[in-house]
């Protein structure tokens, strides 16, 4: 059974960082990708950023020089380190893997910024 676990949330002032990690057990396939979503109140669900098992990064635009992805593949797991955070940023956000064109989602982790 695949269980994604994230830990990293919290509270943090605006201008401040957090790094949320995101380890997935129970794979015995290829991860294809891996990414980080997240959903403020009252707001949809949004893609932040994915990473390939080729390496290759996508970042939404609003997170573009303050947010990096990055991955072990070796451990499975996958890293959101995040800088100069803003109160827009507050949500919870979402780990998924993708593998084999199935998706799995994490149980989401709070991240609060106080300006």
């Known amino acids: 059974q695949v269980q994604l676990v994230e830990s990293g949330g919290g509270l943090v002032q605006a201008g401040g960082s957090l790094r949320l990690s995101c380890a997935a057990s129970?794979?015995?396939?290829?991860?294809?990708?891996m990414g980080w979503y997240r959903q403020a109140p009252g707001k949809q669900r949004e893609l932040v950023a994915t990473?390939?098992?080729?390496?290759?990064?996508y970042y939404a635009d609003s997170v573009k020089g303050r947010f990096t992805i990055s991955r072990d593949s070796a451990k499975n797991t996958v890293y959101l380190q995040m800088s100069s955070l803003k109160s827009e940023d507050t949500a919870v956000y979402y780990c998924?893997?993708?593998?084999?064109?199935?998706?799995?989602w994490g149980q989401g982790t709070q991240v609060t910024v106080s300006s």
């Open positions: 990473i390939t098992s080729g390496g290759s990064i």
């Open positions: 998924k893997v993708m593998v084999l064109g199935i998706d799995y």
């Open positions: 129970g794979i015995i396939f290829k991860i294809n990708a």
